[in-house]
């Protein structure tokens, strides 16, 4: 029996290969920088690069999504284009409260997989994980907290070691367990 290949469009083509070239080239400036300078030198300038990045893409997705306000929906919205441009699985619930997002995975860290560099995920995730969710909120109005209530590429519960503590509207929401490749993303309202 004849095996029959997946067929996909151009367009599928076209995202898979232009996220690839993303991934690499965000990879490849952080190692040469970190051959001349450092990790922590090239850890400060990667956060300082997505910290404007994520304006960028803030910008850009409201533009696209057309969302001019600043509600729970519209970020929800507009961050899940982030996400899915980023190739990450996940869940999302917008409530008055904000939003929470459950990432199945993590297409970053899987990468550092890859090259072997899995133990640095922590520090990374720390800086730029938390760069980017802070910048989407100041986008947004400055509207909004965020924090990781689970971080999967820490393994940890914030009353381990990470992040603000989870409370009411925190992880328990999610039905998830830590020690997972998954991670809880909260943009909560302010007051």
């Known amino acids: 029996?004849?095996?029959v290949k997946e067929v996909r469009s151009e367009e599928e083509i076209l995202v898979e290969y232009l996220r690839r070239a993303y991934h690499a080239v965000d990879g490849l400036w952080f190692m040469m920088v970190e051959q001349e300078s450092g990790f922590d030198?090239?850890?400060e300038l990667d956060r300082r690069v997505w910290e404007v990045l994520a304006?960028?893409?803030a910008r850009k997705a409201r533009e696209l999504m057309n969302c001019a306000g600043n509600s729970p929906e519209e970020l929800a919205r507009c961050f899940g284009l982030k996400l899915k441009a980023d190739g990450q699985e996940f869940e999302a619930d917008a409530?008055?409260?904000g939003v929470r997002f459950a990432l199945r995975g993590c297409?970053?860290?899987d990468l550092l997989r890859k090259s072997g560099r899995e133990h640095l995920a922590v520090r990374i995730g720390q800086a730029i994980c938390m760069t980017e969710g802070r910048t989407w909120c100041a986008e947004f109005g400055g509207e909004y907290e965020f924090e990781i209530p689970v971080m999967g590429c820490a393994g940890l519960r914030p009353s381990e070691g990470f992040g603000p503590?989870?409370?009411p509207g925190g992880s328990e929401g999610f039905g998830?367990?830590?020690h997972s490749d998954r991670c809880h993303m909260l943009f909560a309202r302010k007051g």
């Open 1 to 3: 029996m004849e095996r």
């Open 41 to 43: 030198r090239a850890l």
């Open 55 to 57: 304006k960028i893409e």
């Open 95 to 97: 409530s008055d409260e």
């Open 107 to 109: 297409a970053w860290l």
């Open 165 to 167: 503590q989870a409370g």
């Open 176 to 178: 998830l367990q830590a």
